[in-house]
C-alpha cells in the first residue's frame, strides 16, 4: 500500500501476511506491551523461533506473571528459560528509567531487537503524573526514551551484516494527522502545545497525531546512524486489526456493535496477522532496505506526505531538538547516548 488510498487499504487488509524464516538463534527480543493484542501474537511468534531470550514486557507483576504462563503455554518445546517477562509502565518517565536501570544491571549481554509496541488510545483527555497528555507520553515520549537508553545495548550487539532491530509500532492513522498541524511552524514549541488540553484535536487526532511522530522520530534518530548501518530502525503499521486498543469506546454497548461493525466493514485483520508486519521488520533479513523507513503489510511504503514535504522535514527535525531536550532533563543519559552515538546531521 502507497498512500492511504480506499481501494488499497482494503485489498491489503485481505492479504494473507508472510512470516519471516530468518533464524533467532543466539538472539535476545524486547518486545513492549506483550500481555495482549499484537504484542502477545508477535511474541509468540518470535519465541517459536527458539530465540536465546524474549523479554515481554507487560504493565505490571500480575499481568507478566499470566503473559509468561501463556507464552509457555503457547510455545511448547521452547526452553523456559528462554521467555522472561519484565514490567514496564510507559505511562511514567521514573518507570521508564527503572526498566533501563534493570536491564544495565540484570539483562544479557546481548539486546539484538527492541519492538516498541506498547500504545495507547485514550478518547477523553488525560493527563499523566509526569504533566504530559497521556497518548503523547505513552505512544511517543516514553518510547523516545526507552529507545534511546537501549540504543547502546542495540549497537553494541551488532554488526553491519547482521545489524540490531529497534521497531516502532506506529499507524496508518499518521496519514490524517496533518490538518492538526496546521500552522505548527509558528508554535513556541511543538511537544508542549500538542499537550495541552486546549490543543485543537480531541481522542483519535490525538492519537493519529502521537503515531505520526514515532514516523518522524525513526527517520530522525535512523539518519544519524552511519550507512550502512548496525541498527536498522523502522516505524510499521500492522493495519486495522482485532485487539483491546478501542476498550475504553467499547466499555459502551453501543459503541461496542458500532465498532465491530465498522471492524467488520473495513476487513480488520487478526492481531495474529496485524503482528507479522512487526515480526517481519525485526527479523527479515533485507534489514539495510528497511532503515529509516514506514512500513505496512510486510513492505516498505510512503509515509504521509505532510512528512515528506520541506515543511515535515523541517517539522521532523524540529522535534527531534526538542525530544532530546525534554529526555534530557528526564534522564542525564539521554544527552550522553546522543553525543557519543549520533551526531548531528
Ligand atoms: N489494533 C489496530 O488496529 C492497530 C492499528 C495500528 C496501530 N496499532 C498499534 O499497535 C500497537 C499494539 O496495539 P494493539 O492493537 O495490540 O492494542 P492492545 O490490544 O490494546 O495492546 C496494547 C498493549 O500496549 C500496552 N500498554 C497500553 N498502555 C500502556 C502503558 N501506559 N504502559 C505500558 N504498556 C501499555 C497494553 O497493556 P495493557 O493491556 O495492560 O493496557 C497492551 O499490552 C499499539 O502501538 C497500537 O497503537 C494498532
Same mark, same amino acid.
Not at 505512544?139 to 537501549?150: D, E, G, K, P, T
Not at 509558528?186 to 488540553?197: R, Y
Not at 514516523?215 to 482485532?242: K, N, Q, W
Given at each position: 500500500?502507497?498512500?492511504?488510498?480506499?481501494? #488499497?487499504?482494503?485489498?491489503?487488509?485481505?492479504?494473507?501476511?508472510?512470516?519471516?524464516?530468518?533464524?533467532?538463534?543466539?538472539?535476545?527480543?524486547?518486545?513492549?506491551?506483550?500481555?495482549?493484542?499484537?504484542?502477545?501474537?508477535?511474541?509468540?511468534?518470535?519465541?517459536?523461533?527458539?530465540?536465546? &531470550?524474549?523479554?515481554?514486557?507487560?504493565?505490571?507483576?500480575?499481568?507478566?506473571?499470566?503473559?509468561?504462563?501463556?507464552?509457555? $503455554?503457547?510455545?511448547?518445546?521452547?526452553?523456559?528459560?528462554?521467555? #522472561?517477562?519484565?514490567?514496564?509502565?510507559?505511562?511514567?518517565?521514573?518507570?521508564?528509567? +527503572?526498566?533501563?536501570?534493570?536491564?544495565?544491571?540484570?539483562?544479557? $549481554?546481548?539486546?539484538?531487537?527492541?519492538?516498541?509496541?506498547?500504545?495507547?488510545?485514550?478518547?477523553?483527555?488525560?493527563?499523566?503524573?509526569?504533566?504530559? !497528555?497521556?497518548?503523547?507520553?505513552?505512544?511517543?515520549?516514553?518510547?523516545?526514551?526507552?529507545?534511546?537508553?537501549?540504543?547502546?545495548?542495540?549497537?553494541?550487539?551488532?554488526?553491519? !551484516?547482521? =545489524? +540490531?532491530?529497534?521497531?516502532?509500532? +506506529?499507524?496508518?492513522?499518521?496519514? &490524517?494527522?496533518?490538518?492538526?498541524?496546521?500552522?505548527?511552524?509558528?508554535?513556541?514549541?511543538? &511537544?508542549?502545545?500538542?499537550?495541552?488540553? @486546549?490543543?485543537?484535536?480531541?481522542?483519535?487526532?490525538?492519537? @493519529?497525531?502521537?503515531?505520526?511522530?514515532?514516523?518522524?522520530?525513526?527517520? $530522525?534518530?535512523?539518519?544519524?546512524?552511519?550507512?550502512?548501518?548496525?541498527?536498522?530502525? /523502522?516505524?510499521?503499521? =500492522?493495519?486495522?486489526?482485532?485487539?483491546?486498543?478501542?476498550?475504553?469506546?467499547?466499555?459502551?454497548?453501543?459503541?461496542?456493535?458500532?465498532?465491530?461493525?465498522?471492524?467488520?466493514?473495513?476487513?480488520?485483520?487478526?492481531?495474529?496477522?496485524?503482528?507479522?508486519?512487526?515480526?517481519?521488520?525485526?527479523?527479515?533479513?533485507?534489514?539495510? @532496505?528497511?532503515?529509516?523507513?514506514?512500513?505496512?503489510?510486510?513492505?516498505?511504503?510512503? $509515509?504521509?506526505?505532510?512528512?515528506?514535504?520541506?515543511?515535515?522535514?523541517?517539522?521532523? !527535525?524540529?522535534?527531534?531538538?526538542? /525530544?532530546?531536550?525534554?529526555?534530557?532533563?528526564?534522564?542525564?543519559?539521554?544527552?550522553?547516548?546522543?553525543?557519543?552515538?549520533?551526531?548531528?546531521?
Amino acid at each position: 500500500m502507497g498512500k492511504l488510498g480506499i481501494w #488499497d487499504f482494503f485489498s491489503e487488509q485481505g492479504r494473507d501476511l508472510p512470516l519471516p524464516r530468518e533464524s533467532v538463534n543466539g538472539k535476545t527480543v524486547v518486545i513492549a506491551g506483550a500481555n495482549v493484542g499484537l504484542g502477545l501474537e508477535a511474541s509468540a511468534h518470535v519465541a517459536n523461533k527458539k530465540p536465546s &531470550l524474549v523479554i515481554a514486557t507487560c504493565r505490571d507483576a500480575v499481568k507478566c506473571e499470566r503473559t509468561l504462563k501463556l507464552l509457555r $503455554e503457547r510455545c511448547a518445546g521452547t526452553q523456559p528459560a528462554s521467555l #522472561d517477562s519484565w514490567p514496564l509502565e510507559l505511562s511514567s518517565f521514573d518507570n521508564v528509567r +527503572s526498566f533501563a536501570d534493570r536491564f544495565d544491571a540484570e539483562g544479557p $549481554e546481548r539486546l539484538n531487537v527492541f519492538v516498541a509496541n506498547a500504545g495507547t488510545f485514550k478518547p477523553v483527555y488525560t493527563r499523566t503524573q509526569d504533566d504530559w !497528555e497521556i497518548m503523547l507520553q505513552v505512544n511517543y515520549l516514553s518510547i523516545a526514551l526507552l529507545s534511546i537508553l537501549l540504543l547502546p545495548h542495540l549497537l553494541h550487539s551488532a554488526t553491519c !551484516e547482521d =545489524p +540490531s532491530r529497534l521497531v516502532l509500532v +506506529s499507524s496508518l492513522g499518521h496519514y &490524517l494527522a496533518e490538518p492538526v498541524l496546521t500552522g505548527s511552524q509558528n508554535w513556541d514549541h511543538v &511537544l508542549g502545545t500538542i499537550s495541552a488540553e @486546549n490543543f485543537g484535536a480531541y481522542g483519535m487526532s490525538r492519537y @493519529n497525531l502521537s503515531k505520526m511522530l514515532q514516523v518522524a522520530f525513526v527517520r $530522525e534518530l535512523a539518519a544519524r546512524l552511519p550507512s550502512p548501518t548496525p541498527l536498522v530502525i /523502522t516505524a510499521v503499521d =500492522p493495519g486495522l486489526c482485532h485487539s483491546y486498543l478501542q476498550r475504553e469506546l467499547e466499555k459502551y454497548c453501543l459503541l461496542r456493535i458500532v465498532l465491530a461493525f465498522v471492524k467488520w466493514l473495513l476487513r480488520a485483520r487478526t492481531s495474529e496477522m496485524g503482528s507479522r508486519t512487526l515480526v517481519y521488520a525485526a527479523l527479515a533479513t533485507n534489514a539495510q @532496505n528497511l532503515h529509516g523507513k514506514y512500513m505496512s503489510s510486510c513492505e516498505v511504503v510512503e $509515509e504521509c506526505d505532510f512528512l515528506l514535504s520541506a515543511e515535515g522535514k523541517a517539522f521532523s !527535525e524540529r522535534l527531534w531538538w526538542e /525530544t532530546i531536550e525534554v529526555l534530557s532533563k528526564v534522564d542525564d543519559r539521554v544527552s550522553q547516548i546522543v553525543s557519543t552515538y549520533l551526531p548531528a546531521r
